[in-house]
């Protein structure tokens, strides 16, 4: 079973998060959803797949596919 939150807090983890949450948001979604794919290109490419498979979602995943 997966945790639901890691020990240790990171950024890739807490992007994972927002993506997996992002239904849950008021404001709109694709105003929303650009800029955490734009800091995701920015990030470290195996720390963020790791946080996707330790935390993420389907959803989640398949947003961050064409990230490079």
Do not use: C, I, W, Y
Not at 16 to 33: G, I, Q, T
């Amino acid at each position: 079973m997966r945790p639901l939150v890691p020990k240790r807090l990171s950024k890739e983890a807490l992007l994972v998060d927002l993506l997996h949450n992002l239904d849950r948001l008021p404001e709109d979604k694709s105003a929303v959803l650009s800029r955490p794919l734009k800091r995701a290109k920015e990030m470290d490419r195996a720390r963020l797949t790791k946080a996707v498979q330790d935390f993420g979602s389907a959803r989640a995943e398949r947003l961050l596919a064409p990230v490079p």
